[in-house]
Each structure stands twice: as C-alpha cells, then as structure tokens.
C-alpha cells in the first residue's frame, strides 16, 4: 500500500503514538489479502483468550449466553428501523417492531419501572441522555470524585463537561464507602445542583439513596442512580433497588454484571422524564437504532429473569470468599474502616501501594492471564500510578468458578503479587485452572 506519514493521535501518550506508528507501518505495508487474513486471526485470538484461556477478573465486562451472541450477530442489526413500534417510518420490520417492544416490556419488569429506554448506543450516551433531560448547559452538578470510583462521563471531561454541567465532587465519607450526608446536605443548599449522581465504577457497599432524594427534594434536583455496574446485582435483588429507594433515574450499561449486548439504558419512575427521554432516543440522538442489538438484550433480559436472583447470589459470594481468601494469602485487601467486611457486591478492591500501583500490578499479572485493572481508592497516592485494584467477580461466576475455585484464584494471585513468583510460571496454573470452565451458567439454553 502508499506509503502515508502518520500525524500522532493529539490525545494520546508518545509512547501510545510509536506503538500507533510502528503496528501501522507494519500492516500497511501489507497487501488487503493479507491484512484480511490478519483481522481474522486477531479476532479468533481474542476471542479464545477471553472464552477459553484467561482468568477475567475486569470489573466491566462479562461474557453472554451464546445465543444473545447468535442474535447479535443476525442480519437484522444492518436494517434501519425508524420511530416508534406501530408508526414505523421503514417498511418490511414488522417482526422488528416485536422485538422492540418485547425488549422494552422485558427490561421495564426485570427493573419494576414504569418507563425504560433501550434505544441508548451504551452507559456513557445513557448519561448523556440523564443530563439531557434533567439539565441545560451551565448548570451545576454533584457527582463522585475520583477517590469515590466516579466515572468520567459524571466528570469535566466527559458528557457532563461537554454537555457545558459544573460538576462539584460529592462528599463522601470513605470509612463507610458511603454518602456524607451532612456534607452533601451543606453542599446542596449552597451550590443549588440540577442533578445528583450517586454511586460509580466500583460499588462495594449500597449507598443511602434515600438521603440522597431528601436533600434533593428540598433543594430541586434530580437523583440519578447510575447502575453501570450494579445492573445485574439490582436485577437479581442482591443489591440496593434504587428507584425504589427514591432515585428518579437509573442509567446502566447492559455488558457488565448485567451480561448483555455492549450497549446501555435508562430507567425512569417519572413520567415528565420519560417523555423526554422519548424524544432524546428519538428523533434526538439515534435514527437507525441496532435491531440485533436489541433482540441480543431481549434474551439477556429473560437470562436475568430467569436466573438473576442465584447468579446475583453466587456474585456475592464468589467476591466475599476471593477477598477473604486473598487477605488469608497475604494480599492488601481494600476493607472501609467502619465496615465488618471487605465486600457485599461482585467487587472486590485492593491497596496497590505495595505492588508499585494498581496499573503496574495488573499489566504484571496479565502475563499470567489474569486479568483486573487498577482502580483510584480514598487512600494515600501513588506517584505516576493508581492506588488501587478493582475485581470483579460476574464474569467468572457465569463460567461456573464457585467458592472454592475463588478461593485457588486467590493462591495464583498471591504467588505473582505476594511471592513473587514469575507471572510466566503461574500461567500454566491459571490456563489448568480456567480449562475446568467452559460451560456457561445462569443463562437459558
Ligand atoms: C462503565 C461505566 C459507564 C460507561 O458505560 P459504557 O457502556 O462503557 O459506555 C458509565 N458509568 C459508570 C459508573 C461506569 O462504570
């Protein structure tokens, strides 16, 4: 192929820019035959890693049940379907306009809300559409820091900073992993926010919901809970139910614990809202929205219903006996200071200090194909790194590992964090261990 110079990605680090550079020398160079062979091979690559050799401890992801993944791939997902089921703009999808609605009926009673949006391209655009309908650009907004595990999107840099919100950090009292109250109480009356955010990417205890919609009702605003990663754990009754405990929306996406399609939705008590929501969906910000997609959600759906409660279960205590297990072998495990345990969700946190920051110790142990990210923690910082490890247990539950099997997790993690054994070494332990794993659970088949 032409030789093209490649001007650096603006956003990304030198060295990210020279891996950029030197992989598309590489493949550039190569004839369509060729990189169309290469394609299908990284894809067959990842795929095995994920499905059969790694142990997947990331937080946000999660595997689907086969059939979803048969959906989703369906032809169907390529063909517009424009509007509303029964007013269809596009002819030839009435089989489409089912799905739909099966979709949207599903998900509005695994949640037991009154409204739900499925048309929503993931949870970041599901926030976006949460600001939208509560909000105008220049208005203020408390959502959790970074200390707090808040997501980006609630944040300056993401679709609340460009969406035009002030964001103001909520106070939180890290020796409970909760809500300071008395601190947004104070917050709340001077600043006057439009929206309240509550709960981020790591969510290890429940968080006073009800509080929360108290001092928004005194003060005007919105409560929104965002669900990223708690879909699955609400849906199953696990967890806290919180537009039960007073928030006006839920926003979540659909491929963390919840198991689904990569893809998000917002649940709403409020009738106002929802009508808004309608039309941010649509003629708003989709046009053509994924039918595959959406059938993929409609099976996950019914997975959930179906099977939510134990999966939600065996979660919970899949992470409770890994934290466990790894504090026994030595490993820092992350407790708030005022709780009993480490854990009542999928997640589990560790203190990177001791391991060199939480980015580091997970790029180390990957080479064991162990795989977890790093995570900020209200703790002391680590200089060019983060100080903490976030786990989550939802994928692993799916391929069946219970207690026992965390608990030999636990032993693979200690060797390369506490003893130090050569990732390397521990990999061929980690590969034996998955290989007993490969049937998916909770899932209808
Ligand atoms: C993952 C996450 C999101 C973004 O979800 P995507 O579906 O990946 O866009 C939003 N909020 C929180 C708290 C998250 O952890």
């Not at 220049?138 to 820091?145: L, M, P």
């Not at 799916?398 to 032993?411: N, P, Q, T």
């Amino acid at each position: 192929m032409k030789d093209i110079s490649i001007p650096p990605r603006p956003g990304a680090s030198e060295a990210a820019n020279h891996f950029h550079a030197d992989l598309a020398a590489q493949l550039l160079a190569q004839s369509l035959d060729s990189l169309d062979a290469q394609l299908h091979e990284s894809v067959g690559t990842a795929e095995r890693l994920v499905d059969h050799d790694c142990i997947n401890l990331y937080a946000g992801t999660n595997t689907m049940n086969p059939r979803a993944k048969a959906l989703l791939a369906s032809s169907i997902g390529v063909r517009p379907s424009l509007g509303h089921p029964g007013e269809k703009y596009n002819k030839g999808v009435h089989e489409i306009e089912k799905i739909e609605v099966l979709a949207l009926e599903l998900l509005k009673r695994l949640f037991n809300a009154p409204y739900a949006e499925y048309r929503v391209p993931s949870g970041s655009i599901a926030n976006l559409y949460a600001f939208m309908a509560t909000c105008r650009p220049g208005d203020t907004i408390i959502a959790f820091d970074d200390a707090a595990a808040g997501h980006p999107t609630h944040h300056a840099e993401g679709a609340a900073g460009l969406y035009g919100l002030k964001v103001l950090a909520m106070p939180f009292d890290a020796a409970r992993m909760d809500v300071d109250v008395d601190g947004l109480r104070r917050l709340a009356r001077d600043a006057r926010p439009k929206l309240v955010i509550v709960a981020g990417s790591m969510c290890l205890y429940p968080y006073d919901v009800a509080a929360v919609r108290a001092i928004a009702d005194e003060v005007g605003a919105w409560v929104l809970y965002d669900a990223a990663h708690m879909g699955g754990l609400i849906a199953g009754g696990a967890f806290q139910q919180p537009l039960a405990e007073g928030a006006h929306l839920m926003t979540g996406s659909t491929y963390k614990s919840f198991g689904g399609p990569p893809s998000g939705m917002v649940l709403t008590t409020e009738a106002v809202l929802a009508e808004r929501l309608d039309r941010i969906a649509y003629p708003g910000l989709t046009a053509n929205f994924d039918a595959a997609k959406t059938a993929a959600l409609a099976l996950a759906t019914m997975d959930l219903l179906e099977y939510g409660r134990a999966y939600a279960r065996q979660m919970i205590a899949n992470a409770q006996a890994l934290a466990e297990a790894l504090a026994a072998e030595g490993v820092a495990v992350f407790r708030p200071a005022a709780r009993d345990g480490f854990t009542v969700s999928q997640h589990v946190a560790l203190d990177a200090r001791p391991y060199g920051g939480g980015n580091r110790a997970s790029e180390h142990i990957e080479r064991a194909n162990i795989l977890f990210t790093s995570i900020g923690l209200p703790l002391p910082a680590v200089a060019g790194d983060a100080n903490g490890i976030r786990i989550g247990t939802q994928e692993v539950t799916r391929w069946g590992l219970r207690e026992d099997a965390l608990r030999e997790v636990a032993r693979l993690i200690a060797r390369v964090l506490v003893r130090g054994e050569a990732p390397e070494r521990v990999r061929a332990d980690a590969l034996a261990l998955r290989a007993d794993y490969q049937r998916l659970h909770f899932v209808r088949n």
